[in-house]
């Protein structure tokens, strides 16, 4: 890809956002087996969350240039 282009910039967001949601499903089975179900749910959010704030941030820092 073109360095600054506007299609790197979103592939590499994508990238970013995939590299930190939440991992598999025999993981957060494991996490509410061991933890609870309400400890689970928060994991699955807080992931979410950090990995779609670190994308935005990832996209609108790349599209400052």
Sequence with gaps: CLVGSEM???DS???V???LYT???AAIATV???LGGAYAV???ALQCIV???T??????????F
């Design 32 to 34: 509410k087996k061991e």
């Design 13 to 15: 967001a994508f990238l």
């Design 8 to 10: 790197c910039i979103r």
């Design 17 to 19: 956002f995939s590299l």
């Design 51 to 53: 990995a779609w704030l």
């Design 42 to 44: 928060f994991i699955v």
């Design 55 to 64: 994308a935005f941030a990832v996209y609108r820092f790349g599209m400052l």
């Design 23 to 25: 991992p598999c499903v």
